[in-house]
């Protein structure tokens, strides 16, 4: 989502991400947590372009795989689109202003039918503050609503803040440290409500334009008004991203 302020000579990016991650708590359970290792790639492809003045155009379509190593039955796909747009608000401190409709397909298998998708309409604004040319803090806001989902027990409505500060090392050496917070209103699954807390970190390398290797935090605490969606969960490793102009 974070727009350049230089105008792209290229709209079009493709990028694919691999990773290796330990979890804690691979099922995400409330009781009989079990730690795995898991596998995650995938393919991203996005296009942004300026529409008009402030006005950027803004799609993406994404396909990604989840593979563990004991909890085979956990393993599976996740497909998503998007398509909307970026406004620049200059007025109001620089911000950056977004909505999109996105949608999301969830199979185990990719030739199987979905075990859950979704519909949601999405908007949000975000906002870097420049403390020098070392530090950076970024912060933003965001609702998702949700339009329809199969099957609609599951069917949600997502509300969310995150911070970010961001400290460049070196040139192509970067530490980041995230805060995110959510709030989940099941309106169809027993009147659940879910807040859900994360702290993350994040040491990134950039040798080259089009690769970027990262080692990987996060630690994740789910407080559900059903008790048996409580959870807390950590999760590590290292990531792989090659991007294409």
């Not at 991203?44 to 795989?65: C, E």
């Not at 998708?117 to 906002?127: A, D, F, I, M, Y």
């Not at 609609?152 to 500060?165: E, K, P, T, V």
């Not at 970067?174 to 702290?199: C, M, P, Q, T, W």
Request: with cysteine.
């Amino acid at each position: 989502l974070i727009l350049k302020r230089e105008e792209k000579k290229q709209p079009f990016n493709i990028a694919l991400d691999s990773g290796l991650f330990w979890s804690d708590n691979a099922a995400n359970v409330s009781a009989g947590e079990i730690p795995d290792w898991f596998t995650t790639g995938g393919i991203t492809g996005a296009w942004q372009h300026r529409l008009h003045a402030r006005v950027y155009g803004d799609a993406y379509v994404s396909q990604h795989f989840y593979r563990y190593d004991d909890l085979d039955v956990l393993d599976y796909e996740s497909g998503q689109a998007g398509l909307g747009c970026l406004i620049l608000m200059p007025e109001l401190a620089n911000s950056i202003w977004h909505l999109h409709y996105t949608y999301q397909r969830i199979t185990q298998g990719l030739d199987e039918p979905a075990a859950y998708q979704t519909h949601n309409l999405r908007g949000g604004v975000q906002k870097t503050f420049l403390i020098d040319r070392l530090n950076s803090f970024n912060t933003s806001l965001l609702a998702s609503i949700a339009l329809d989902a199969e099957p609609d027990i599951l069917q949600r409505h997502q509300y969310s803040f995150q911070a970010g500060y961001k400290f460049k090392i070196m040139r192509d050496l970067i530490l980041s440290l995230g805060y995110r917070f959510e709030y989940f209103d099941y309106f169809n699954l027993a009147g659940r409500e879910d807040f859900y807390h994360s702290v993350s970190g994040n040491l990134s390398w950039r040798p080259r334009k089009f690769l970027e290797l990262s080692a990987n935090y996060n630690f994740a605490v789910n407080d559900s008004n059903l008790d048996f969606f409580d959870y807390e969960a950590q999760l590590a490793g290292p990531s792989l991203r090659v991007s294409f102009k």
